[in-house]
């Protein structure tokens, strides 16, 4: 059962005079008009809950000058609320004074009001502050309830209906107390994001639209019913979160219910809360499934690896691994941009030993070792220059103990036999050349291998480099015992004093 609206006490106090002269000239217009308490019909009621009490509101014209009559009509014991708040506050115009005023809290904010008879003091406000549009939907909350109501407060304006019918009007107005501005004043912010929160209102037909980007720490519902009284004011409102996490043939949207709901309306969870924990389940879900699944950005490709890898940039021979792998076994890939090296980071935690037997083969996977840890892409290329080197590398001595430099000139040798110049440049790249004799070493194999020279060398180095090119050669031309002969000859030329063995 839900809980009573209270009010907290602050005392009864006399008024200002700023605030006597606005109550006494409200009361003033309300023993005018009593029917500017009364709201609009939009709806289909066979009985209007508010004719009988309208009815003695209109009987009350006839001592509407009498204060001390219009105070014991506020007093009536078990009278209509509604009646009583209008009796109590046109009482004010009748004595021409406000002689007591309370204060209480409501909703955070401190207000006043004038005490008169003994009528309910959320009716009472409700009444008096007829010109509010939350405040005065206090009068009317036990109608409401009874009847099952919609009661549509904006502007100067309040709509009742029997069924779910809010006024386009309304909608707009408690929007636009958000936060939010989008183009023409309209309710959708226009972005194609990966995640698009939306507010759907059933008996309008009208959707309001905030993209992930655009999300704010507000709840847009809070705004929307905080001027709705009924007894469920989401029923005619379904909130969803459109998104592109899901397979092929799943629904796009995930439709925000129950507590969740509950909570979104009362503003504990805001509309960046609700679009973020959407985006984190559904994106669990759809990783943890058996289906295949491929989405770049904002684009969802479902199943068709096809149409993704036709997206994908990059080198052919990583793509055409990628391609392997994905057709044999199912996952969800979702990128921000189609890079290759993303789609592949995106795999490598978990798969990163099938992408290297795929991309080689098994031996070369287990020649490498873990490499979970490294870069996708260099990985691969490394384990492409051991499988594509392993004939060449097998028909050549081993060094069981090498110096660095004679590591260094055996990479080099071996890459250049095995890929020129290209791998040669590659191998230089992924050294670490830390001193004088190793920059001319790389520099000799370069040029050796008929490449450019790509790296920053002194006079001297240039030299030494041009001076070591004709043996560089040779080491690249040797094979078998010629190999290790060559290599040795290389060392002495360089000044290096390791040893072969």
Known sequence: MAQKKRIRMRGVKHTSKRLEDDLLEKSRALAANPGILRPQCAGNCRKCAFDKPFKQID????????????????SKFGGDDIVKAYAGTISLAASGTVPLLASGKLGGETVSYAVRGTVNATKIIGCQYYDDPKKRLLLYTDPVKKNKLHLYSFGEDLVCSDIPNMPEDYLYDTFWETPYEFADDGLRCGHDTSAVLEIHVKSLDETISICENCAKDVSTLMYIVSRLGAVDPADDIEVRVRHKYHSAGESDAETITGDRLKEYMVGKVTDANIISAVKRSKLGSLKEGDSSAYIIGTKNYGGSLDAFLADIDGNEREKETLRRFLSENNRAVVLKSGKITEALAALWDSDWKTIVTMHTDAKTADILGDVSKGQPLQVLANA??????????????????????????????????????????????????????????????????????????????????????????????????????????????????????
């Open 59 to 74: 009987a009350l014209q006839k001592i509407r000058d009498n204060p001390d009559a219009l105070v014991k009509e506020a």
């Open 384 to 501: 492409h220059n051991i499988y594509i080197s392993a004939d060449v590398v097998a028909s050549l001595p081993v060094f069981r103990k090498p110096g660095p430099i004679t590591q260094l000139a055996d990479s080099f040798a071996k890459a250049a036999k095995v890929g020129g110049a290209p791998m040669v440049s590659e191998a230089v790249e992924r050294s670490s050349l830390k001193d004088n004799r190793s920059r001319s070493i790389a520099a000799a194999f370069l040029m050796a291998a008929g490449g450019d020279v790509h790296i920053k060398l002194s006079k001297e180095e240039k030299e030494i480099a041009d001076y070591l090119v004709p043996f560089a050669k040779s080491v690249i031309a040797a094979d078998g015992k010629r190999y290790a002969d060559s290599m040795g000859t290389l060392l002495t030329a360089c000044g290096a004093s390791e040893k072969l063995s």
